[in-house]
């Protein structure tokens, strides 16, 4: 017979939090057509009512931030107050989704140009309708909604598919909505194992995915979507290098450094797995990075590993790394399955799995590197390309090695802080995916946008769209294209 429901099971204890229908594919598609009705009277519906409602949402889910916090410590076994900050982090994205939509996707005039005018032209970005949103498990709440939020304040509805180690928070997410909007379905969450993904992403009334996970279910996915052609976001993790250059305050450094790779058991996309320390400094931050671990510990600052087969991955990575590199701070017994105590490793050669692949727990490698310029192209070296971090006192350089940093966002003297800011948009290029959610590109990712251009009034002489155009009339327009660019600038 099969099996109706599934259970979402603490990491840490392994006791059941919730259980929950594994939902069919028929059940998915009905999501998806109550979807399409709500998507249609919540885009009718306009900018004002939605920023109202969604501010609404906004306290209701202050409101219950505790309660919230709670369920995704006990789905995912991390720190309360590590989940009441994501819980924050969320809150201040709806709030600037739901505040900048109409002024980022409202109607505008635009400039027609010389050519153009006798035209008036306008520009707006309409809603897509129903958005699809597949989430991951490592931040319930922050990496969904990082698409929900501004995918709702942009007119659409939400059928939302979490993790099946997180349904209980992604229920409870919807179910607050309808607080807020109880008239229509236009946040539903349908839950279910990798089948009830796959129904929702294939399903041709789904306008846009967006999608967090692994790299290798985003390929699944976007092949299902290119069956309909259907648009897809995707965040797929990343190897995020964190460079020390020589002027760097150390302390600051070793803090930021050691809490960007270890918080949340490094299940974190944007989480710091590769150190490079410039060799003028390396054995000072050395110095400061292993006195300040021996003070973390798993099962204290942070939690379990979440999904259990992670474990294994961990383990072969720490496995490896200590093989070939020299050991800073634990090593395989770290590994007291569900929970991993922090690992440094220095030395690890650049093509070993523990360089190259996601790992996905708390354990870094550390290189020393001539100067800030090798630093940068042994970062720079990874198929990912999602966050990173520089420290150094130096902004203009630091901006600089940034701006050089092959990846979609890098955070200077902090880590991680390009998440907070809700006017920057999020994402990474190579395998940790495309696409943009957060800020104003994270509107109008889901958006499309309408252009519109208005004759005002016939350009006499120069109707050209006619087959009334004539010899004086092409001559006219080579008159004026000669004038308006036909002058070099050497
Ligand atoms: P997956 O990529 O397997 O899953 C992500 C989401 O996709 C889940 O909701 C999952 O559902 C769903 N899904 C799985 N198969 C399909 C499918 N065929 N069609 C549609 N949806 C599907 O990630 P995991 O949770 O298994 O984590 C594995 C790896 O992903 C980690 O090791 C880590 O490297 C990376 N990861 C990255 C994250 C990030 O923030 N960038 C977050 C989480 C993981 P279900 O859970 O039910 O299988």
Known sequence: ??????????????????????????????????????????????????????????????????????????????????????????LTHLDWAARNAQKVLGRRRVATGMIGLNLAATLEYLPLGVVAVIGPWNYPVFTPMGSIAYALAAGNAIVFKPSELTPGVGVRLAELFAESVPEHPVFQTVTGLGETGAALAADPRVKKVAFTGSTATAKRVMAACAENLTPIVAECGGKDAFIVDADADLGAAADACLWGAMANAGQTCVGVERVYVVDAVYES????????????????????????????????????????????????????????????????????????????????????????????????????????????????????????????MTAINSVISFAGVPSLPFGGIGDSGFGRIHGADGLREFARPKAIARQRFAMPGMNLTSFNRGPAELERLVRLVTFLHGRRKR
């Open 1 to 90: 017979m099969t099996t109706l429901t599934f259970d979402s099971l603490n990491p840490a204890t392994g006791e059941i939090v919730g259980s929950h229908p594994k939902q069919t594919p028929d059940a998915v598609h009905q999501a998806v057509g109550r979807a399409e009705e709500a998507a249609a009277w919540w885009a009718a519906l306009g900018p004002a009512e939605r920023r109202r409602r969604l501010l609404d949402y906004k306290a209701v889910l202050t409101q219950h931030l505790r309660e919230l916090a709670e369920l995704i410590h006990q789905e995912t076994g991390k720190p309360v107050g590590d989940a009441t900050l994501e819980l924050v982090l969320t």
């Open 285 to 408: 931050f050395m110095r400061e990075l292993s006195e300040r671990v021996t003070k973390v510990k798993a099962g204290e600052q942070y939690g379990p590993i979440t999904m259990p087969g992670q474990v294994e991955i961990i383990k072969r990575h720490i496995d490896d790394a200590t093989k070939a590199g020299k050991v800073i701070t634990g090593g395989p017994d770290s590994v007291r399955a569900p929970f991993v105590d922090p690992v440094i490793v220095e030395d690890v050669p650049e093509d070993s799995p523990a360089v190259r692949e996601e790992t996905f727990g708390p354990t870094i490698t550390v290189r020393r590197t001539r100067d800030a310029q090798e630093a940068l192209s042994l970062a720079n070296a990874s198929t990912y390309g999602l966050g990173g971090t520089i420290f150094s006192r130096n902004a203009r350089r630091a901006t600089e090695l940034a701006r050089l940093m092959r990846s979609g």
